[in-house]
């Protein structure tokens, strides 16, 4: 079903390898995935990323569920491309579009064909009012009367806010930058002193700074809550109360990893240039503009830690000293490190220490982050260093690896401290652990100390290398740790002397999530716990409410609950929360 980890259909390496990668044709909605699969419709771990949800102000009916009957000569050709994936953000804010006007008005507006006619005259003013904040990050409005049922997105808006807009075909006008300047502040949760990067509004990255902090966490839980509610498919008694999210300690200069592009370069103006070493002023080096497919230029990144800002420059003024070698558009990636010979810490105790802080009603983790001067690297082939805790991870540069350091001995706390719950008796404490979809082993090297026996599975041949490599400098044995290349329903025939009632499975798949192969080994082999780990909460409920209904559904004598679900901040100022889901074997 998926392509193998390793295979990057759209991207390929050709020319100044060390730094750059060349991408074929002009990137979509995003770059090359963190999980190095593909071209993801956008990534959302990264500042560029770009949704066609965030396109401009869009209608947002559903393309795929309409079975067309008018004229197909009305949609404009991006419309008629337009197939919404489910478990997208089109998918989750067409959710929010039925709850908004109702499933009847959606089904009607769909059977008349009117799903994608905009009830807007050209160049006509409309003044809209937010009605719901989406999980995607931007808000939803209702065109006032007299128009029929329509939805509008409002990027930047929050709920109550108003905004007034001259609406262009497809009720696109004005850039989004603009936008955030005629929204009518809603003052009980906006505070646009809380602003810190220059580009806010004009880059596709950040959606969250006008906000406090609290309210950022609030605000995941509650993308948490809808998650379940709209994509689990479990009744709501089987769904437990969504805990607080978990704060990241660093809410500004947190990425450890920034991958800023430009695009190919106009033959036209390349002739008219005299290129001198400094940046032509068409030419830009950055992020997805919000609302637009255009990169915006960008010096420096807020969110994105120290080290990668000052790299950037140096690494910016050495692509305009060769600006005429570049054949096609570019992909850049900035990785902060440690230096080269930084070694494990032994193991201390500390590590053992439960990680939050309450800071009054606001919960964030405490961090245990390095305070050694970081570098940065842009080569892409070159290894970066990053310390987790007591154990030291290698990875290439271009390899996936978490963007937010200074949550991660909060994280991997908390993942073990669910596995291995306080009050637990002795006989049984679960004492081996499956890492699935396990990357270069960061759960499983991290968590090792806990356990008798770990097994990790990864599709990317390189990054189990790096995994091996990694248990190695950390002085884990193999008897201890094991990793092993392949499908990660392919782990459980490996793991048949682990005693399941004792056994831990974790989960970390791709935003797309798991799969029925996966989810069915996992069903047959009926480990203890299972925690599902997930950057797309969509997908994760998904996959957990398969999860419960198959296990029942087997009639064996026992089930799967869920215990606990759980928001870690992994990258303040945006709309993105990664999951944490617990779930546990039950008698039935
Ligand atoms: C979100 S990353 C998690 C990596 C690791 N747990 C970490 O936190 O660093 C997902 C990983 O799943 C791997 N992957 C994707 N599909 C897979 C499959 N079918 N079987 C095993 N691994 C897969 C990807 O290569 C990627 O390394």
């Not at 300047?181 to 509004?201: A, H, Q, V």
């Not at 009744?235 to 109360?241: F, G, K, V």
């Not at 558009?329 to 802080?357: D, W």
């Not at 245990?368 to 260093?385: G, H, L, M, N």
Request: hydrophobic share 35%.
């Amino acid at each position: 079903m998926d392509p193998p980890a390793t295979s990057q259909p759209q991207v390929r390496l050709q020319m100044d390898p060390e730094e750059v990668q060349h991408i074929d044709k002009k990137p979509r909605l995003g770059f090359a995935t963190e999980e190095n699969d593909a071209i993801h419709e956008y990534d959302d771990h990264d500042p560029e990323s770009s949704k066609e949800a965030m396109e401009g102000l869009t209608s947002v009916f559903d393309q795929s569920r309409v079975k067309r009957s008018r004229p197909q000569k009305k949609l404009t050709k991006k419309m008629k491309n337009m197939v919404i994936e489910p478990y997208s953000a089109q998918d989750v804010i067409f959710r929010d579009v039925i709850s908004l006007l109702g499933q009847e008005a959606v089904d009607k507006a769909i059977q008349e064909g009117k799903d994608w006619e905009s009830p807007f005259q050209f160049r006509e003013e409309v003044e809209l009012t937010a009605s719901i904040l989406s999980s995607t990050g931007e808000s939803l409005a209702i065109a006032p009367a007299p128009y029929p049922p329509w939805v509008v997105l409002i990027p930047f808006a929050l709920p109550g806010e108003t905004v007034r807009v001259r609406i262009h075909r497809n009720c696109k006008m004005y850039s989004h930058a603009e936008l955030l300047e005629m929204i009518t502040p809603n003052t009980e949760m906006r505070d646009d002193s809380l602003i810190r990067c220059k580009y806010f509004g004009q880059c596709a990255g950040c959606q969250y700074q006008m906000l406090s902090y609290e309210t950022q966490l609030d605000l995941k839980q509650e993308v948490l809550v809808k998650a379940y509610q709209n994509f689990s498919d479990l009744p709501q008694e089987l769904i437990p109360a969504i805990s607080p999210t978990m704060g990241s300690p660093l809410q500004y200069s947190y990425r450890t990893k920034l991958t800023p592009h430009f695009d190919r370069l106009p033959k036209a103006k390349m002739a008219d240039t005299v290129l001198d070493g400094s940046r032509p002023d068409w030419f830009k080096i950055g992020f997805n503009g919000s609302g637009t497919r255009s990169v915006i230029d960008i010096e420096e990144c807020p969110i994105a830690a120290p080290a990668i800002n000052e790299g950037f420059g140096p690494l910016r003024e050495r692509i305009y000293k060769r600006l005429y070698t570049y054949k096609q558009g570019v992909s850049l990636v900035l990785r902060e490190s440690l230096p080269t010979g930084t070694r494990p810490r032994s193991h201390s105790p500390s590590f053992g220490l439960r990680p939050q802080i309450p800071m009054g009603r606001l919960e964030v983790a405490e961090t245990t982050s390095d305070t050694e001067k970081k570098v940065c690297v842009t080569d892409q082939r070159a290894t970066v260093r990053e310390r987790v805790g007591d154990t030291i991870f290698e990875y290439p540069a271009s390899a996936f690896f978490q963007n937010n350091n200074s949550i991660l001995v909060p994280f991997t706390s908390y993942i073990r401290d669910m596995i291995l719950p306080e009050g637990t008796s002795p006989q049984s404490k679960v004492t081996h652990l499956v890492d699935a979809y396990c990357g270069n082993g960061l759960f499983a090297l991290t968590l090792a100390s806990s356990f008798k026996r770990v097994a990790g599975i990864e599709l990317d041949v390189s990054a189990i290398q790096w995994a091996n490599r990694n248990a190695q400098m950390n002085k884990v044995s193999e008897d201890k740790v094991s990793f092993l290349a392949g499908h990660a329903a392919n782990i459980f025939e490996t793991v048949q002397d682990f005693p399941r009632d004792k056994t831990a499975v974790i989960i970390d798949p791709p935003r797309r999530g798991s799969d029925e192969k996966f989810i069915e080994q996992l069903i047959l082999f009926g480990s203890q716990t299972v925690v599902y780990v997930s950057c797309n909460a969509h997908t994760q409920a998904r996959d957990i409410g398969m999860i419960i209904k198959q296990s029942e559904a087997l009639k064996r004598g026992n089930k799967y609950v869920l215990d606990s679900v759980r928001g870690f901040d992994l990258f303040p100022q945006t709309a993105h929360v990664e999951s944490i889901a617990v779930l546990r074997l039950v008698p039935s």
